[in-house]
Protein backbone atom coordinates (compact mmCIF):
# COMPACT_ATOMS: atom_id res chain seq x y z
CA UNK A 1 0.00 0.00 0.00
CA UNK A 2 1.57 3.16 -0.99
CA UNK A 3 1.55 5.85 1.81
CA UNK A 4 -0.10 9.17 0.97
CA UNK A 5 -0.16 12.44 3.35
CA UNK A 6 -3.01 14.52 3.66
CA UNK A 7 -2.71 17.67 1.83
CA UNK A 8 -2.58 21.15 3.85
CA UNK A 9 -5.97 22.21 4.25
CA UNK A 10 -6.30 26.15 6.14
CA UNK A 11 -6.98 26.60 9.37
CA UNK A 12 -10.10 28.50 9.98
CA UNK A 13 -12.03 27.76 7.28
CA UNK A 14 -15.31 26.58 7.48
CA UNK A 15 -16.49 22.79 7.21
CA UNK A 16 -18.27 22.23 4.10
CA UNK A 17 -22.16 20.95 4.34
CA UNK A 18 -22.94 17.36 3.27
CA UNK A 19 -26.15 15.01 3.41
CA UNK A 20 -24.63 11.52 3.35
CA UNK A 21 -26.43 8.17 4.22
CA UNK A 22 -25.47 6.22 7.29
CA UNK A 23 -24.77 2.08 8.03
CA UNK A 24 -28.27 2.89 10.40
CA UNK A 25 -30.31 3.87 7.23
CA UNK A 26 -30.34 7.50 8.67
CA UNK A 27 -29.04 10.53 6.89
CA UNK A 28 -26.74 12.64 8.23
CA UNK A 29 -25.44 16.55 7.46
CA UNK A 30 -23.50 19.24 9.30
CA UNK A 31 -26.69 20.31 11.30
CA UNK A 32 -27.22 16.54 12.66
CA UNK A 33 -24.23 17.66 15.02
CA UNK A 34 -25.16 21.35 15.53
CA UNK A 35 -25.36 20.45 19.42
CA UNK A 36 -21.74 19.32 19.63
CA UNK A 37 -18.92 21.73 20.98
CA UNK A 38 -16.42 20.04 18.44
CA UNK A 39 -16.82 17.77 15.27
CA UNK A 40 -14.42 14.65 14.54
CA UNK A 41 -14.69 14.16 10.79
CA UNK A 42 -12.39 11.34 9.44
CA UNK A 43 -12.42 9.71 6.09
CA UNK A 44 -11.60 6.48 6.16
CA UNK A 45 -12.76 3.00 4.89
CA UNK A 46 -12.80 -0.84 5.30
CA UNK A 47 -9.88 -2.22 3.94
CA UNK A 48 -6.99 0.31 4.10
CA UNK A 49 -4.24 -0.90 7.07
CA UNK A 50 -3.88 2.91 8.12
CA UNK A 51 -7.52 2.94 8.73
CA UNK A 52 -7.74 -0.56 9.92
CA UNK A 53 -5.20 0.68 12.74
CA UNK A 54 -6.60 3.65 13.33
CA UNK A 55 -10.08 2.66 14.15
CA UNK A 56 -9.94 1.15 17.77
CA UNK A 57 -8.30 4.57 18.69
CA UNK A 58 -11.25 6.21 17.25
CA UNK A 59 -13.53 4.45 18.93
CA UNK A 60 -11.60 4.63 22.28
CA UNK A 61 -11.48 8.87 21.82
CA UNK A 62 -15.16 8.95 20.39
CA UNK A 63 -16.30 7.03 23.81
CA UNK A 64 -13.81 9.15 25.84
CA UNK A 65 -15.15 12.66 24.63
CA UNK A 66 -18.66 11.63 23.89
CA UNK A 67 -19.82 13.50 27.74
CA UNK A 68 -17.25 16.48 26.48
CA UNK A 69 -20.06 17.25 23.73
CA UNK A 70 -17.61 16.02 21.22
CA UNK A 71 -19.67 14.15 17.86
CA UNK A 72 -17.36 12.14 15.95
CA UNK A 73 -18.73 11.11 12.39
CA UNK A 74 -16.60 8.69 9.66
CA UNK A 75 -16.68 8.53 5.80
CA UNK A 76 -15.75 6.17 3.88
CA UNK A 77 -15.29 7.36 -0.16
CA UNK A 78 -13.91 4.76 -1.75
CA UNK A 79 -15.25 3.29 -4.79
CA UNK A 80 -17.03 0.15 -4.02
CA UNK A 81 -17.00 -1.18 -7.45
CA UNK A 82 -12.72 -1.75 -7.34
CA UNK A 83 -13.13 -1.80 -3.44
CA UNK A 84 -15.77 -3.88 -2.53
CA UNK A 85 -14.78 -4.39 1.30
CA UNK A 86 -15.64 -0.56 1.27
CA UNK A 87 -19.52 -1.15 0.27
CA UNK A 88 -22.07 0.38 2.55
CA UNK A 89 -23.01 -3.26 3.13
CA UNK A 90 -19.44 -4.14 4.21
CA UNK A 91 -19.55 -0.92 6.38
CA UNK A 92 -22.85 -2.14 8.21
CA UNK A 93 -20.86 -5.33 8.96
CA UNK A 94 -17.75 -2.63 10.24
CA UNK A 95 -19.92 -1.22 12.57
CA UNK A 96 -21.23 -4.63 14.65
CA UNK A 97 -17.58 -6.52 13.85
CA UNK A 98 -15.61 -2.83 15.66
CA UNK A 99 -18.29 -1.59 17.52
CA UNK A 100 -18.28 1.64 16.50
CA UNK A 101 -20.34 3.75 18.60
CA UNK A 102 -20.85 6.79 16.01
CA UNK A 103 -21.93 7.60 12.67
CA UNK A 104 -20.47 5.80 9.50
CA UNK A 105 -21.27 7.68 6.47
CA UNK A 106 -20.99 6.88 2.32
CA UNK A 107 -19.67 9.13 0.44
CA UNK A 108 -20.81 7.31 -2.69
CA UNK A 109 -20.22 10.03 -5.39
CA UNK A 110 -17.01 11.23 -3.37
CA UNK A 111 -18.06 14.66 -3.63
CA UNK A 112 -17.53 15.48 0.04
CA UNK A 113 -14.18 14.11 0.10
CA UNK A 114 -13.28 16.13 -2.79
CA UNK A 115 -15.39 19.27 -1.12
CA UNK A 116 -12.98 18.75 2.04
CA UNK A 117 -10.03 18.13 -0.06
CA UNK A 118 -9.55 14.80 1.67
CA UNK A 119 -6.92 12.59 0.15
CA UNK A 120 -5.88 9.32 2.29
CA UNK A 121 -7.72 7.11 4.75
CA UNK A 122 -7.34 8.25 7.47
CA UNK A 123 -7.65 11.77 6.83
CA UNK A 124 -8.91 13.88 9.84
CA UNK A 125 -10.61 16.91 10.23
CA UNK A 126 -11.45 18.05 13.87
CA UNK A 127 -13.82 21.36 14.03
CA UNK A 128 -14.84 23.63 16.61
CA UNK A 129 -18.25 24.65 17.42
CA UNK A 130 -18.30 27.40 14.66
CA UNK A 131 -17.34 25.20 12.34
CA UNK A 132 -13.92 26.29 11.72
CA UNK A 133 -11.08 23.80 11.17
CA UNK A 134 -9.01 23.74 14.17
CA UNK A 135 -6.94 20.64 13.31
CA UNK A 136 -6.12 18.17 10.42
CA UNK A 137 -3.45 16.13 11.29
CA UNK A 138 -2.53 12.70 12.39
CA UNK A 139 -4.43 10.33 15.36
CA UNK A 140 -0.74 10.11 16.97
CA UNK A 141 3.10 9.44 15.92
CA UNK A 142 2.85 5.83 15.85
CA UNK A 143 0.49 3.97 13.47
CA UNK A 144 1.67 0.59 13.17
CA UNK A 145 2.67 0.17 17.32
CA UNK A 146 0.16 2.10 19.67
CA UNK A 147 2.35 0.99 22.40
CA UNK A 148 4.83 2.92 21.76
CA UNK A 149 3.36 6.30 20.77
CA UNK A 150 4.24 9.35 22.47
CA UNK A 151 1.98 12.29 21.28
CA UNK A 152 -1.07 11.59 21.07
CA UNK A 153 -2.34 14.70 18.42
CA UNK A 154 -5.50 14.30 17.70
CA UNK A 155 -6.50 13.82 21.96
CA UNK A 156 -4.12 16.25 22.45
CA UNK A 157 -5.94 18.38 19.88
CA UNK A 158 -9.63 18.23 21.34
CA UNK A 159 -8.42 18.76 24.32
CA UNK A 160 -6.91 21.72 23.74
CA UNK A 161 -10.01 23.06 21.63
CA UNK A 162 -12.39 22.02 24.77
CA UNK A 163 -9.96 24.66 27.01
CA UNK A 164 -10.50 27.17 24.06
CA UNK A 165 -6.93 27.28 23.38
CA UNK A 166 -6.15 28.55 19.69
CA UNK A 167 -4.91 25.18 17.19
CA UNK A 168 -1.97 23.79 17.73
CA UNK A 169 0.72 24.98 15.51
CA UNK A 170 3.03 21.92 14.86
CA UNK A 171 0.01 19.72 12.96
CA UNK A 172 1.75 16.66 11.18
CA UNK A 173 -0.14 15.89 8.04
CA UNK A 174 -2.59 12.41 8.37
CA UNK A 175 -0.84 9.42 6.12
CA UNK A 176 -2.91 6.32 4.82
CA UNK A 177 -3.76 4.86 1.88
CA UNK A 178 -4.97 6.99 -1.03
CA UNK A 179 -8.64 7.77 -1.58
CA UNK A 180 -9.83 5.32 -4.51
CA UNK A 181 -10.91 7.73 -6.81
CA UNK A 182 -13.40 6.44 -9.52
CA UNK A 183 -12.08 5.95 -12.76
CA UNK A 184 -15.17 6.43 -15.09
Not at 75 to 84: S, T, V
Not at 155 to 179: E, R, V, W
Amino acid sequence: MALTQSQKVEIDSSAPDFNLPATNGQNYSLDSFKNAHALVIVFTCNHCPYAKAAWPLLVKLAQEFKEKGVAFVAINPNDDKQYPEDSLEMMKQKVDEWQISFPYLRDETQEVARTYGAVCTPDVFVFNQNRKLYYHGRINDNWQEPQKVTKGELKDAIDALLMSNPPPTDQHPSMGCSIKWKTG
